[in-house]
């Protein structure tokens, strides 16, 4: 109890701390060097490499999963380093693992078991404060942190859900990825993502077909292809051709670019594709989230449409939606002009750090700029 009294008075301060050093404010390089040192080292957890960042000072500490989204970089994206070093000096211990595919924007049921596979270990381990994990992510790894949190085996050791930017449907996603189109409620409204989205795209969809040597062929194809371009990359018909009927409907669909056709098309995919497209679709779990969740994204995001995190909001109550201009998709962005957006930006921090320190009550609020 006295752990827990003194992490909830000095939330706002260490969540102060935690986003200037994020956000490298005036002043966080000062406030990085107070105090003892974090302990970064790589092992694996569950079988899966792992960066795991330890607090100064003695166990347990409070735990949490820290899941990246699509970059080259990894999980040693310098922001990611950054606030995982925060994390720690502010008493938490960060888990950081490698998931499969992720960092090339690919989200597969084996990336979805391996987040619950390192969640599940962090909250086993000892060292970890009331066997409670807080999930985090951004982008992809945001829509993991949601996903796992509604896992039967993880469920009720979720102290927090923390994302910045999520999807809630795949198959939103795929519209969205191939037609530039994607539906709100009722409505079909218009977005032009990033041309790598299909790229990403067809990774997680091809890694859900039947495993022979001709479709996983077709992964490393896919795999080699350059995520970062910002013209239309053409996809490996050939790949395609030679993993079957079930991969060439799949075909079918990421060359198409006519909304009209968009619906047959789904339709037309194995059965056991559309089964996965909806099992990593946080929107049909969202009613099993006992945790608070807490999802920050901007009002024109470039990837996912906030229709997608506002859609997730109302389809759970333990969910608060915090909207701000100070996100350029999953990365935060410091902005003197906008003190308003930054103290909006803060209370997501000083909320999410409480919640994976001492679990509040749980609520439903949305924030809108």
């Not at 994204?297 to 229709?307: E, G, H, K, R, S």
């Amino acid at each position: 109890m006295q752990r827990a009294s003194r992490s909830r008075l000095h939330a706002p301060t260490q969540a102060l701390s935690v986003l200037g050093t994020t956000l490298s404010l005036p002043g966080a390089s000062a406030l990085s060097r107070l105090g003892g040192q974090p302990t970064p080292s790589e092992t694996t957890v569950a079988g899966i490499s792992t960066t795991v960042v330890r607090p100064p000072g003695a166990p347990p500490w409070p735990a949490l999963v820290f899941m990246n989204g699509a970059t080259p970089d990894g999980r040693r994206h310098p922001t990611v380093h950054r606030l995982s070093l925060a994390l720690a000096r502010a008493g938490v211990r960060v888990f950081i693992p490698d998931l499969a595919g992720v960092a090339g924007g690919e989200l597969s049921p084996a990336t979805l078991a391996q987040a619950v596979a390192v969640s599940h270990a962090a909250s086993s381990s000892p060292e970890t404060a009331d066997r409670r994990v807080a999930l985090v992510g951004v982008s992809v790894g945001g829509t993991l942190a949601l996903l796992a949190a509604a896992d039967s085996q993880l469920r009720q050791r979720v102290s927090l859900v923390a994302c910045v930017a999520p999807f809630g449907d795949l198959a939103n996603v795929m519209r969205l990825a191939t037609t530039g189109t994607y539906r709100d409620g009722a409505a079909v409204r218009h977005h032009a993502p990033p041309a790598y989205l299909r790229i990403g795209l067809a990774r997680s969809l091809a890694a859900t077909l039947a495993a022979t040597e001709a479709t996983a062929e077709l992964c490393r194809e896919l795999r080699a292809l350059d995520y970062e371009s910002s013209v239309p990359v053409e996809l490996p018909v050939h790949a395609f051709d030679r993993a079957g009927a079930e991969a060439e409907r799949l075909y079918d669909l990421l060359a198409n670019s006519d909304p009209r056709r968009f619906d047959s098309l789904y339709a037309e995919l194995p059965a056991h594709v559309r089964e996965a497209v909806v099992s990593l679709s946080p929107i049909h779990v969202a009613r099993r989230l006992d945790a608070p969740v807490e999802i920050a994204t901007a009002p024109q995001d470039t990837y996912f449409p906030i229709a997608e995190s506002q859609a997730l909001a109302a389809a759970s109550p333990h969910v608060r939606l915090t909207v701000t201009s100070l996100l350029a998709h999953a990365t935060p962005r410091f902005d003197v002009r906008n003190v308003a957006e930054l103290h909006k930006l803060y209370a997501f921090f000083t909320r999410s750090f409480r919640a994976a320190t001492n679990p509040p009550r749980l609520h439903s609020t949305v924030e809108q700029t």
